[in-house]
């Protein structure tokens, strides 16, 4: 059973302030990672994900996860937030090969402040 | 990427009635996924369903509260059936992209039950 670890569920931070919200997961076999963002009233967009290769994963809007085994965390940050930032964020775990069916941590709420 | 749409995006039912959701899929895809997001909380994984097959539970989920219908490869639909305010949360189907690399998610349906 693989399960994801969410540490923060809030996180607020002022606008051009970097930010981190960690992941940690739980497997018995490898897996895929994502990042998932979901804005006010709407559904899930992936973010970024980690299938495999490079450990560093970027998105087209600035954010960044770092793929690390040894821990078994995928962190997110984005150096510098936006106030159009703020949404919830969820970390989630497939079964490696496999991303139909996802494990989804609790989210964290990123509220970036003026 | 594949385009998910939900129907309806929102509803607010009384106790004791059932409501059925609509997710129509762009392309054909071999296995459709619920989800539910209570408030607050996560997504979980309600069931899987197969084109053809009954649909598959998880656990915790029953076929008689959340009948589910695969009639064919671009669409499905799930009933919340004999509903209580417990059941007001967020409904997703989503779908796995060409190589089982990632997930898409439909807009979601916010049912609250009254």
């Known amino acids: 059973a693989q399960s994801v670890t969410q540490l923060d569920s809030q996180v607020p931070v002022f606008e051009e302030a970097p930010v981190e919200l960690r992941c940690n997961y739980s497997?018995?076999?490898?897996?895929?990672l994502f990042w998932y963002v979901q804005y006010p009233n709407q559904g899930l967009q992936l973010l970024l994900k980690y299938l495999s290769g490079s450990t560093l994963v970027e998105s087209i809007n600035g954010f960044e996860a770092e793929f690390n085994k040894s821990q078994t965390s995928f962190h997110l940050r984005k150096p510098s937030v936006h106030i159009s930032d703020t949404a919830e964020y969820f970390c989630?775990?497939?079964?490696?090969?496999?991303?139909?069916?996802?494990?989804f941590g609790s989210g964290t709420q990123l509220t970036v402040l003026p | 990427s594949a385009v998910i749409s939900q129907k309806p995006s929102r509803d607010i039912c009384q106790r004791g009635t059932s409501l059925t959701i609509q997710c129509q899929v762009d392309s054909q895809v071999t296995m459709m996924f619920w989800y539910r997001q209570q408030p607050g909380q996560s997504l979980t994984l309600i069931a899987t369903?197969?084109?053809?097959?009954?649909?598959?539970?998880e656990s915790g989920f029953v076929i008689d509260k959340f009948p589910i219908s695969r009639p064919n490869l671009t669409f499905s639909t799930l009933t919340v059936s004999n509903m209580s305010p417990e059941d007001s949360s967020i409904y997703l189907c989503?779908?796995?992209?060409?190589?089982?690399?990632?997930?898409?998610f439909g807009q979601g349906t916010r049912l609250t039950v009254v």
């Open positions: 989503s779908v796995p992209s060409t190589g089982n690399t990632e997930a898409f």
């Open positions: 497997s018995s076999v490898s897996v895929y």
């Open positions: 989630a775990v497939s079964d490696y090969g496999s991303a139909r069916q996802l494990t």
């Open positions: 369903a197969n084109q053809g097959s009954e649909a598959t539970y």
